[in-house]
């Protein structure tokens, strides 16, 4: 589903097929969890094919490589040169992008010499983005920052929202949304959350949530369209007088909530600044306005 034989992927500096890649056993990444990556996507924009936001998620790529102790050599303009080269020599447009920093040998918890930097892509279909969520509230609490750094895109912090997706799936839910260790709202496992009161938005502030960069596009659509947003921390009970909400993430982009567990939001999606956020989106993505070019 993500490769077949003729996929070329990027590693360690060369363009090579993605079959011909092979793992170590002994990999500190595979063992204990310790690498970094992003999830990024391209467009197939009026003026070709581009990478959303690439600057800012290769430069976080760089923040949680540096965080945790990764050694990572390629500058964000070499990463996105390799990431638009493997979009080409695979010949996609509308994408996936997942750089993917991962470690050598190494069964000690020390930091580890051996750095390897993969960039593979897959085909990812255009947003439809009609479908609403029926979300549930996780019985799971994200990370608490003080174990580990929230912030950072670490591979092993997927275990957490693989156990809380997993959950919600198994309840009959799309997907969860979690809280913070004091029993605040935190994000989903992919994806940061707002709700709409009143045409305002709220969300959940920096410090226990992943940092999104769709966060901050919707932020920027907000303040274009004239909508406040407050970010403040919050009980999942206030959600249950909410008007609307939607996660927002780079695969989810913006996707409307229509339930959290038992509770149906009253407002319809076509009437809500949620889905007004939602269309601006889409048309910020399809638009090369905002992003960097390096190539
Ligand atoms: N929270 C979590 C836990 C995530 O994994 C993601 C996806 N990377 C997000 C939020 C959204 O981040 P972004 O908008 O940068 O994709």
Known sequence: MYFNKSTIVFLDGEYINASSVKTGLYSQTLNYGNGVFEGIRSYNTTDGVRIFKAKEHFDRLHASA????????????????????????????????????????????????????????????????????????????????????????????????????????????????????????????????????????????????????TRETVFELAKELNFKVEERFFKPEEIYSADAAFFCGTATEISGIRKFNEYEFPLSWEDSNSQLIQRAYQRRVASNEYTNLYI
Request: glycine share 8%; aromatic share 10%.
């Open 66 to 213: 540096e965080k945790m102790h990764i050694k990572l050599d390629l500058t964000s303009e070499e990463l996105e040169h390799a990431a638009y080269k493997v979009l080409e020599k695979n010949n996609l447009a509308d994408a996936y992008i997942r750089p993917i920093i991962y470690l050598g040998e190494n069964m000690s918890l020390t930091p580890t010499d051996v750095v390897h930097v993969a960039i593979v892509a897959w085909k990812w279909g255009n947003f439809l983005g009609d479908d609403l969520l029926n979300v549930m509230l996780s019985s799971y609490q994200r990370p608490n920052p003080k174990s580990c750094h929230i912030e950072a895109k670490v591979t092993g912090h997927y275990t957490n929202s693989i156990l809380a997706t997993t959950e919600a799936k198994s309840k009959g839910y799309h997907e969860a949304l979690l809280t913070d260790m004091n029993g605040f709202i935190a994000e989903g496992s992919g994806a940061n959350f707002f709700f709409e009161k009143d045409g305002k938005f709220v969300t959940a502030p920096l410090g226990n949530i992943f940092a999104g960069i």
